[in-house]
């Protein structure tokens, strides 16, 4: 059996190339199959230098492409490197089509209206990957497949183009089948462009359109020769259809179309099929992949802090970074851009997050516990202390795991917060822990207190967590320690730069970029949102800067920005939104699931609020693109709206999680805000007793005590309940006197 990261299991080969080969993968975490693709580099031909930026520019693109959503992509779920005789082998997983078959396999003796569309639908593709910066550079029938449903996919992209590129990964050892869609200039060591792509693209509409290979694939050498020197016979075509796959197959990439887009015009036209439109995904690629600028002194003090963890000195310690800043400023983006560094050096990197509503205990380390505990050996018993946070321990180390013995109040905490610190104590590989949105943690902070008065125990652990210094200033002193760094706004160098980044030369215009300045001052997620609303008002992205700039872009300022990116979302599926802004932040698609009944409805949801820039995945879970988004779905609701929403929301967690206690703090929360008082009260004693008898979250046992005590429906039994956990929460929380008198009450 051969396990990846001690996650991914390969169960079989489904096929190999000259650069890889893809496996039948089980992942363990999620309990799905999967394909996972390891890539082969060419370590004898490249020298370290070329290696090292092939790995750098590979982690970038592979952090991309996890990031795309569209209908016609393949999916890629989770990227990394595992190392072998010390030498990065790098993989990536996507989603696991069954059944799929080549175009050109599925596209015979189709009628020619559903070939067209079958081969728009891998256009549309290539759009969306050109415009994110992706060169596909292996373009052929397997990597072109028809799914069960009959829609392309387009798969096995992205490959880490660049000047070192053909030294690390070599063409030579491709099979013919690669070598039938290589274009010409390829042969002559010259970089993998979009032209090269449309080629690809061209070989594999001659083949769909005439049902024939047009040159000698039965000899390499003639086959090269052919492709570099033979025309293409295209007789049997409809004259306006041959000149444009005569185009695509121009031996002059400089002769063929400009890009994908052009070619589904021409394409269109010449079958007198309606052209499908693509504009605002397009549009919203260049948006969203828009370029990392102006945080080279933070950047560099993040790769100092890594190295340090790399290659520990003697009496190293462990490092504690906090990133601060106001919503928008680009903190997570920053996080990204040192995780893909953690990554091609060889680090582990596992990210948790903190999320205002919606989260569990210790919900800040529940993906970390989950991922680590794979790979760590652990006892029963610290498996089952871990248990609490980790709820299919069982499952993940595939055997019975009882529950730890019951232990009460801090001791409870101290236990959990002990075995956590010695997981991170025990890993062998160098360990990054990236901590999102620290200003919402609680209970959670705990163990990052109990790390750093263990530091010199953890030399080869980095751990960098961001938080809004404006709702939580004092953090810092919080964690006695750490090292606060402040991030500041964009100056005028760097918003020329990411201005650039999203429209070109349009982005160097004075008067634009005067625009931008006055409109945004320098936050990065406002900068982007001022571009998507000038470019819905110009047309296009490049039309920008072409005519006379609005002294103001939104009267209503930052509101109004993202009224704007709401009404992308269509109008049918709004409903839909509001459930998932009551969900939380991070969206649990088994929940949203239940809300919206069928696996379809959930797709179709995510992948239009994902093409309207206002979900995306993060670490391979869905969430708000931005928490101001969540935010003004919540305040648009009306009440009576909102108390349905938390109803729905509450029972479809019953369905989804039933009888699972670490959803009843959520479910007090949901049934409370959907004034079901009968509900309420179902889980408001256990809640209570968690806190006073394992989480020591004795302040907020004492205040929910304070409410609940005067609530007109409580049995006397229940009352008396109450009353005992406030005497004793008050009395370990120094409240002495309150304590006296619930315990008299």
């Known amino acids: 059996m051969v396990m990846i990261r001690q996650r991914y299991e390969l169960l079989e080969k489904l096929g190999a190339g000259g650069m890889g080969a893809v496996f039948l993968t089980r992942d363990r975490l999620t309990q799905t199959t999967i394909a996972l693709k390891r890539l082969i580099p060419n370590y004898e031909n490249a020298s370290d230098t070329q290696l090292g930026e092939y790995f750098t520019a590979l982690a970038t693109e592979f952090r991309t492409l996890a990031r795309l959503r569209h209908p016609h992509v393949m999916r890629v779920i989770d990227f990394g490197f595992t190392f072998e005789d010390g030498k990065p082998q790098p993989f990536f997983t996507m989603e696991f089509l069954p059944n799929a078959k080549p175009l050109t396999d599925f596209t015979k003796g189709l009628p020619p209206t559903e070939q067209i569309r079958l081969l728009n639908e ?38 880490a183009t660049g000047a070192t590129t053909r030294s690390v990964t070599g063409f030579t050892e ?12 390829l042969f002559s060591d010259e970089n993998a462009t979009v032209q090269s792509d449309l080629y690809a693209a061209g070989m594999l509409m001659y083949q769909v359109l005439t049902d ?12 090269v020769n052919d492709i570099l020197n033979k025309i293409a016979d295209i007789t049997m075509l409809d004259n306006e259809l041959g000149d444009l796959i005569q185009a695509l197959l121009a031996k002059d990439p400089a002769q063929r179309p400009k890009d994908a887009a052009r070619v589904i015009q021409v394409l269109c036209a010449v079958t007198n099929q309606p052209v499908p439109t693509e504009s605002a995904t397009i549009r919203e690629s260049f948006l969203q992949a828009s370029r990392f600028v102006g945080r080279g002194d933070e950047m560099n003090m993040l ?35 040192i995780r893909t560094r953690a990554l091609v050096k060889g680090a582990l990197v596992v990210r948790g997050q903190a999320v205002a509503e919606g989260g569990l205990p210790y919900q800040l380390w529940r993906s970390i516990a989950r991922e680590l505990c794979l790979s760590t050996p652990l006892n029963d018993l610290e498996a089952g202390v871990l248990k609490e946070i980790v709820p299919d321990m069982g499952m993940l180390l595939e055997r019975d795991i009882a529950d730890a013995p019951e232990l009460t109040g801090s001791a409870h905490q101290q236990r959990l917060v002990l075995t956590l610190v010695d997981l991170l104590k025990r890993q062998t590989q160098p360990l990054v822990l990236l901590l999102e949105d620290l200003q919402w943690a609680s209970e959670s902070l705990a163990p990052l207190k109990q790390l750093l008065q263990v530091r010199d125990q953890l030399p080869h652990c980095l751990v960098i967590g961001n938080y809004r210094d404006d709702e939580r200033p004092d953090l810092p002193n919080e964690l006695p320690g750490a090292y606060a760094i402040k991030l500041p706004r964009l100056n005028d160098t760097h918003m020329a730069e990411l201005a650039h980044s999203m429209l070109g030369e349009a982005g160097t215009q004075p008067q634009v970029l005067s625009l931008l300045k006055r409109e945004t001052e320098g936050n990065a997620f406002f900068m982007v949102e001022t571009v998507r609303a000038l470019a819905e008002e110009a047309g296009t992205l490049s039309a920008i800067g072409q005519s006379t700039l609005p002294q103001t872009v939104f009267a209503g300022g930052i509101q109004h920005i993202i009224q704007r990116r709401l009404q992308r979302v269509p ?94 703090e959520i479910l007090l929360d949901h049934w409370r805000a959907a004034g079901n008082r009968d509900k309420e009260l179902v889980y408001l004693l256990p809640v209570v007793r968690d806190w006073v008898q394992h989480r020591a979250e004795y302040a907020r046992a004492i205040a929910t005590v304070e409410h609940s005590l005067g609530l007109p429906e409580l049995s006397d039994v229940l009352r008396c ?23 008299e009450q």
């Open 122 to 159: 891998m256009l549309l593709a290539l759009i969306y990957l050109h415009r994110n910066g992706i060169i596909h550079r292996d373009l052929k029938p397997d990597n072109v497949l028809v799914d069960q449903h009959g829609h392309v996919k387009v798969l096995d992209f992205g490959l």
């Open 174 to 185: 491709g099979t013919a089948g690669t070598i039938s869609y290589m274009a010409p200039e």
């Open 212 to 223: 024939i290979y047009p040159f000698n694939q039965k000899n390499v050498m003639l086959l």
């Open 303 to 337: 790769k100092m802090a890594l190295d340090a963890c790399l290659n520990p000195a003697e009496n190293a310690k462990a490092h504690l970074i906090l990133i601060g800043g106001e919503s928008g400023v680009g903190k997570s983006r920053l996080l990204d851009e």
């Open 571 to 664: 109008q049918n599926m709004m409903a839909s939104l509001e459930y998932a802004a009551v969900i939380g932040r991070y969206l649990d698609e088994k929940i949203l699931l239940q809300v919206l009944h069928s696996q379809e409805s959930l797709e179709q949801f995510l992948t239009q609020c994902a093409n309207a820039g206002v979900l995306e995945i993060a670490d391979g879970q869905w969430r708000f693109a931005h928490d101001k988004l969540r935010e003004t779905v919540l305040q648009q609701m009306k009440d009576t709206e909102r108390s349905v929403y938390h109803a729905q929301v509450a029972a479809a967690i019953e369905k989804a999680y039933p009888n699972d206690e670490n959803y009843h």
């Open 721 to 743: 309940e109450l009353l005992n956990l406030g005497s004793k929460a008050a009395l370990q929380h120094g409240e002495n006197a309150q304590s006296k008198i619930w315990a």
